[in-house]
């Protein structure tokens, strides 16, 4: 992998999930008191957070399994979803949405940089919308893509013993 590739892949993860841990901090002081379920989900985006940054240092750092956990953190921000049942949203640093909203049936296009997060359950009244974060999208093409070059797929028969025979992620051709 190029080098400047492999430090834009690592400094984005870094830089959106240290903006998702800032947004995160600034909304629990903003809270008078949380239940139960709300510390949940807010734990869980910090964790998701975390695992950006620790993917960004990773890839920067070039280990081993840089690309898998890099690919995880990008296939998190992909879909984005908002109904009255169920709404999950989660990206950082950037998004570049395509989206439908199939209650008013009308498409449209958004890009904001930063992070943001969010999930409701049972948001009575709210339209129904899809969207495919696609910067990110493509970034975990990419990925894809280097994953399956670092971990080609063979036969059972065929397969290393040895994960140490396993190329780094410096050896891997973009």
Same mark, same amino acid.
Request: charged letters at 10%.
């Given at each position: ?23 995160? %901090?600034?909304?629990?002081? +903003?809270?008078?008191?949380? *239940? ?6 807010? !734990? %869980? ?12 240092? /990773? ?9 898998? !956990? ?20 989660? /990206?950082?640093?950037? *998004?570049? +949405? ?17 992070? %943001? ?9 709210? *339209? ?47």
């Amino acid at each position: 992998m190029k080098p400047w590739l492999r430090r834009t892949l690592g400094l984005l993860p870094i830089v959106g999930g240290g903006a998702g841990l800032a947004v995160l %901090t600034t909304v629990i002081a +903003g809270q008078q008191s949380l *239940n139960v379920l709300g510390a949940a989900i807010l !734990l %869980t985006f910090a964790l998701l957070y975390s695992v950006g940054i620790v993917a960004g240092l /990773w890839m920067l750092e070039g280990h081993r399994h840089a690309v898998a !956990l890099n690919l995880v953190f990008w296939a998190l921000q992909v879909p984005q979803l908002i109904s009255p049942v169920v709404t999950y949203v989660f /990206w950082a640093p950037a *998004n570049l +949405g395509v989206w439908w909203n199939m209650t008013t049936s009308q498409t449209g296009f958004a890009y904001q940089v930063g992070s %943001t997060f969010r999930f409701d359950v049972l948001n009575l009244g709210s *339209n129904v919308a899809i969207a495919l974060n696609v910067f990110a999208l493509v970034c975990m093409f990419y990925l894809c893509v280097l994953y399956c070059r670092q971990y080609p797929a063979v036969e059972p028969d065929e397969a290393a013993e040895d994960v140490s025979a396993l190329p780094s992620i410096d050896q891997i051709s973009t």
